[in-house]
């Protein structure tokens, strides 16, 4: 048996602070008192001391922003290049070649609004699920809330999804789309749903990879195989009706269709389809959110 | 009777070892889910050991006690740090902490190579648990102490391992925590910088912070605490205000009394080089067995085993006086290339000889110390456990004048001879 438990951290205002005022008082630092001890079992999310840590979470993301395009030459423009290629691309083979249908609307701006999504999504889920392992020497020598660790690359990938974005507009006013009322007022709904799955998924997959390490390298393959059950190169219509269900499991299947039929205006939004999603997406999140929490306190031990 | 700041009460670690030696995998996992139903229970138990890295530990820490943790390699020493930096849970007990810890476990943790100076000043910074606001007001004055100025928006990928540690220290040395965890960073950079690490470590003693602090020297802690404790096998063994004793209580019980060292079966792995035996002759091959004295040349066997030759292979000892100052390193490869002794795989005895009048008067103790060149250590210094003791008594000169020990810790004698002034 596992004999490591994790720490009951306790903070409360303490009676003796006037013990320490005699003590030069650094910044807003409040007298706490800590108790370490032993616990088991599943564990709530501190927030109070998620609050307190979030200067090293803008630093975590700052880090990862600043670092990701560090002596290349053409620097953020592989932002706009990546997206832009993979749709270039895309349309030449399953648009051109292979001859896939898009509800009637030209396949470039058709496999952009699912790509717009995706690409968020398998960038968060990634970078999620690597954190721990990345930055494996600081959870050996630091404590902090390690929760910081896998949010912070599911957030920072939300500029290089803006930046797509802009480029989709441009595409809309070049192909004439006119995007529906309610998709506009959809849309941040469904950048939150896709964070609740990435960042899900992304927790989960991260606390796994510190004691296998087999994640790591089975993890494109998953991105990979995601990618074809997701409606984002075909339209869902292309699958028999039996199987939809089977796609609608998928949070990204509700949230890719929601985006294109919404923006694009191709046809009536399900609004079935986006409440399984919603629904997945949040147990998604919370599974992620207490498996990682679980098995937060051994990370030191077996990273 | 203020509340302690630290309280320790029935602390216990404990690490379950496995001793399989594949890596964890899914394959691991699964073959072993196959073999459950089949095998006893008393298989798996045995594949499974514990380690209780820490035995029921009770102290009590008042603020701005400075305290130095000493012990063997493997003894706790870091296993208490780190709980109490809370990086792992204990297994059981309760710790109190009554004011903001920080821990320095490590010089630079989360540097990142491709960040400039300046910007892994904020990085190290707010990892190490310091504001913006904060970092920013002592931004000038990490600098001037890192001696960084011209090197700012360099990348620290760039900079020299002297430049990158002085960096991090620099970091590191501007927290302001009620209560400091450190451990062994000093042991870095070059003397002059140990000097001024130390200097600021006292400087944050003074302000009335509480300091732990694990280190292997003797000096550091002797200068810096005011109490000290050793932790043998997790146990603690001794906490005292009297600092000077409890060092010397642990030095006394480091050295090996014997002139010689012979090998016990130990869990030791490597290819390159495993030590034997390692023991002392006079000059006529007899083995030395209480003192030496100091007027005659004696000479170290230290056998070993070599498995696989690598080239960057070096063996060598360490010697150090009573109180633990080391006085020199000696290498098989300290000479010229073309004068390095042959070594073959197998059983190999190499011998080096120590000059007479070259010790004082006094106890000194040896430590086998081995490495891999510029790549690992296989025995470190100060962490190895081969080490045997050395008496040197008497044979200190011919001279009427010089009948006892000399103050300092080696006593040559050097050659005087006059030249006149013939020519005035």
Known sequence: MDKTRSPKVILHGNNSFQLFSSLPVFHDVTMTEIIISPRKGWVGINGKELWRYRELFYIFSWRDIKVRYKQTVIGVLWAILQPVLLMVIFSIFFGGLAGIPSDDVPYPIFVFSGLLFWNYFSIALN?????LIENENIIKKIYFPRLILPLSPTITPIIDFLIAFVIFAVMMAYYHTVPTLIGIILFPILLLLSFLTAAGLGMFLAAVNIRYRDIRYALPFFIQTLLFVTPVIYPTTLVGQKYHWLLALNPMTGIIETARTGLLGTKPIDFNLLAI??????ALFIFGIFYFQKTERVFADIA | ????IIEVKNLSKCYTISHRLSYNTFRDTLTELAKRPFRLLTERQKEKEEFWALKNINLSIAAGEKIGIIGRNGAGKSTLLKILSQITPPTTGEIRLRGRVASLLEVGTGFHPELTGRENIYLNGTIL??????????F???VAFAEIEKFL??????????MYVRLAFAVAAHLEPEILLVDEVLAVGDAQFQKKCLGKMEEIGKNGKTILFVSHNMGAIESLCTSCLILEHGNLLIKSNDVRKVVQQYLNSQINSKTQWTKLPSIDTNPWFIPERIELRDIGGNQVISTIRNDQPYYLYLTGTIAELNPLLTIGYAFYTENGTLLFWSFQTDSHEKNWPRLQVGTNTLVTKIPAHLLNEGEYHIEFISAIYFRQWLYEPGRSSVSMKLTVQGGLSGSLY??????GVIAPIMKWESVNHRLR
């Open chain 2, 402 to 407: 010089w009948t006892a020990k000399r103050p």
């Open chain 2, 153 to 162: 928006d360099t990348p620290v990928k760039r900079y020299s391992s002297g």
């Open chain 1, 277 to 282: 999603s919603g629904v997945t997406a949040t």
């Open chain 2, 1 to 4: 009777m203020q509340q302690p």
């Open chain 1, 127 to 131: 970078g999620a699920s690597n954190s």
């Open chain 2, 129 to 138: 648990g310091m504001k913006r606001r904060e970092i920013k007001k002592k």
């Open chain 2, 140 to 142: 000038d004055e990490i």
